[in-house]
């Protein structure tokens, strides 16, 4: 019962508007990416931004960072990158005599790992490994890693010498995978106008990592409808059945689609979630966790076209049943919905 006496959408979408408002002083256009960022970070997951160099990736991590008053530490791989320069190592302190533990960058709450493919295979695994364990152990001593707890990992899109593909069954451990297009002819021409701006801007904390804490507690009294349920489950299947999908999507997917639905009614200040809150998240939740056919990449089909493929063939429940669902509540659904279909 308390988890939904602090459900508070208002106090959600405020927070997130806030967040994004700010962000905006800053960065051109992106508003897709820096919302699927706030997604993962209500669904306490972690991303991977895929884009080419100098679309604003660690622009934007930093921005958000600084935005809710987070600790924020980058990393850029390297091939000789050890586990040990992001965990951390113990020292030899001569004055005691003692060996102290350095904490490595791991320990922030929003960590940008960027190029994450030019890492080895053994420091891939050890970030992936905390990432999962939210605690990291430095030579037999465990240490709890702060919260919130986020990893947003960078990737260039192109296969490039000297990079380590990441294994694709650990690719899920990422919640989204998030694509970062070039910005369009406007959005470039406005970022021309404003780089000096851009570049001297100091970004301002607006919220504390308390509110995103607060938030992430009104998760589980988000009302999703059994007909809601019902669609992601479909949702899921289908990526199973697509004929152009070797593996397709997993339980985890499913939670994945669950969380991160939740989280993007959250923001837009609701208690319930929408079909359309399932379908906004449903590309960068499932991109990542499909593996397609040989068949697919000789004839061309991507992943993107698989999901919009099974987003058009699953019938969509009609959201009239989530208002209902909202009255009987007591809530104060706002209907905006009514009269379509
Ligand atoms: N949408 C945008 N809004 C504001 N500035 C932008 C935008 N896109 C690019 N820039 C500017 O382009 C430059 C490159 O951005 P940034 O370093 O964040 O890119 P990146 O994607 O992290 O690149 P890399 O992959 O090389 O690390 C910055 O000076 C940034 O201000
Ligand atoms: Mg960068």
Same mark, same amino acid.
């Given at each position: &019962?308390?988890?939904?006496?602090?459900?508070? #959408?208002?106090?959600?979408?405020?927070?997130?508007?806030?967040?994004?408002?700010?962000?905006?002083?800053?960065?051109?256009?992106?508003?897709?990416?820096?919302?699927?960022?706030l997604i993962a970070l209500y669904a306490g997951g972690?991303?991977?931004?895929?884009?080419? #160099?100098?679309?604003?990736?660690?622009? =934007?991590?930093?921005?958000?960072?600084?935005?809710?008053?987070?600790?924020?530490?980058?990393?850029?791989?390297? +091939?000789?990158?050890?586990?040990?320069?992001?965990?951390?190592?113990?020292?030899?302190?001569?004055?005691? %005599?003692?060996?102290? +533990?350095?904490?490595?960058?791991?320990?922030?709450?929003?960590?940008?790992?960027?190029?994450?493919?030019?890492?080895?295979?053994?420091?891939?695994?050890?970030?992936?490994? !905390?990432?999962?364990?939210?605690?990291?152990?430095?030579? %037999?001593?465990?240490?709890?890693?702060?919260?919130?707890? &986020?990893?947003?990992?960078?990737?260039?899109?192109?296969? =490039?010498?000297?990079?380590?593909?990441?294994?694709?069954?650990?690719?899920?451990?990422?919640?989204?995978?998030?694509?970062?297009?070039?910005?369009?002819?406007?959005?470039?021409?406005? @970022?021309?106008?404003?780089?000096?701006?851009?570049?001297?801007f100091r970004v301002e904390p607006v919220v504390g %990592?308390?509110?995103? =804490?607060?938030?992430?507690?009104?998760?589980?009294?988000?009302?999703?409808?059994?007909?809601?349920?019902?669609? @992601?489950?479909?949702?899921?299947?289908?990526?199973?059945?697509?004929?152009?999908?070797?593996?397709?999507?997993? #339980?985890?997917?499913?939670?994945?689609?669950?969380?991160?639905?939740? !989280?993007?009614?959250?923001?837009?200040?609701?208690?319930y979630v929408l079909p359309d809150d399932v379908k906004?998240?449903?590309?960068?939740?499932?991109?990542?966790?499909? @593996?397609?056919?040989?068949?697919?990449?000789?004839?061309?089909?991507?992943?993107?076209?698989?999901?919009?493929?099974?987003?058009?063939?699953?019938?969509?429940?009609? +959201?009239?049943?989530?208002?209902?669902?909202?009255?009987?509540?007591?809530?104060?659904?706002?209907?905006?919905?009514?009269?379509? %279909?």
């Amino acid at each position: &019962m308390s988890s939904r006496n602090s459900l508070d #959408p208002v106090y959600a979408r405020e927070v997130s508007a806030k967040i994004l408002r700010n962000a905006a002083k800053v960065i051109v256009g992106k508003k897709r990416v820096l919302r699927e960022i706030l997604i993962a970070l209500y669904a306490g997951g972690h991303v991977l931004l895929e884009g080419v #160099p100098g679309v604003a990736k660690t622009l =934007m991590a930093k921005t958000v960072a600084r935005s809710i008053g987070l600790a924020y530490s980058r990393i850029q791989a390297t +091939p000789d990158l050890l586990p040990s320069d992001i965990i951390g190592t113990f020292v030899y302190d001569p004055k005691t %005599g003692e060996f102290k +533990p350095r904490k490595g960058p791991i320990f922030a709450n929003i960590v940008l790992f960027d190029e994450i493919n030019r890492a080895s295979p053994r420091t891939q695994s050890a970030l992936l490994e !905390a990432m999962q364990e939210r605690q990291v152990t430095i030579e %037999g001593v465990t240490f709890k890693l702060p919260e919130p707890f &986020m990893v947003i990992a960078t990737m260039n899109p192109i296969e =490039m010498e000297g990079t380590f593909p990441l294994p694709e069954a650990q690719l899920d451990r990422f919640l989204l995978k998030i694509l970062v297009d070039y910005p369009s002819r406007e959005e470039t021409a406005r @970022i021309l106008e404003r780089i000096h701006r851009i570049q001297e801007f100091r970004v301002e904390p607006v919220v504390g %990592g308390e509110d995103i =804490m607060r938030i992430r507690s009104m998760l589980p009294g988000v009302r999703v409808s059994r007909e809601v349920v019902r669609y @992601i489950v479909d949702l899921v299947e289908e990526t199973r059945r697509h004929p152009y999908v070797k593996l397709g999507g997993s #339980p985890r997917a499913a939670i994945a689609l669950y969380l991160c639905s939740k !989280a993007n009614a959250l923001i837009d200040g609701r208690s319930y979630v929408l079909p359309d809150d399932v379908k906004l998240v449903a590309k960068p939740v499932l991109r990542h966790r499909i @593996i397609l056919t040989p068949d697919a990449e000789f004839e061309g089909v991507s992943v993107e076209r698989v999901v919009e493929d099974v987003l058009s063939k699953v019938p969509v429940p009609r +959201p009239e049943i989530e208002e209902e669902a909202e009255e009987e509540m007591g809530g104060e659904a706002e209907s905006e919905a009514g009269g379509e %279909g």
